[in-house]
């Protein structure tokens, strides 16, 4: 039942931290003598990776929570989870969801972000190796 929230935990904090990489990305660039010369390969910032995680997290958050909706489990008045007002028991069974499904969906997302990121980034190694080898006009 409340197994989409710690997915959006994690969501939460990878958005912040996307915010923050961002900014600080952006200053690194600005930061840039005028007259200097940026490399013209183009690499896809880490920033812009997370954001791919961050889309991933909250789209499946967003489907999970309407799907509990959907089926009851979710109430528009407190404490919002059905299984919350059904006493001690309902609510250990929850945090026993939480801990075991809710954080094997987190960490599944994150590793096929991680591959995700880790294909990107040998596309980019490869695409650069291609660039050194083309011949110099």
Do not use: Y
């Not at 904090?13 to 961002?22: F, G, H, P, R, Y």
């Not at 599944?108 to 695409?127: C, F, H, M, P, Y």
Request: net charge negative; charged share 20%; hydrophobic share 55%.
């Amino acid at each position: 039942m409340a197994c989409f929230i710690v997915p959006a935990a994690e969501a939460v904090i990878t958005t912040v931290a996307s915010k923050i990489l961002e900014a600080k990305e952006k200053n690194a660039v600005s930061a840039q003598p005028q007259g200097a010369h940026l490399e013209t390969r183009e690499k896809i910032p880490f920033s812009r990776k997370l954001k791919w995680l961050n889309a991933m997290l909250w789209g499946g958050v967003i489907l999970l929570a309407f799907e509990h909706l959907w089926h009851g489990e979710i109430v528009p008045w407190f404490p919002f989870l059905t299984a919350a007002t059904e006493g001690a028991e309902a609510v250990s069974e929850m945090l026993h969801e939480m801990m075991t499904v809710g954080v094997t969906m987190a960490l599944l997302v994150t590793a096929v972000w991680g591959v995700i990121v880790a294909v990107v980034s040998a596309w980019e190694k490869r695409a650069a190796r291609q660039a050194d080898k083309a011949p110099q006009e």
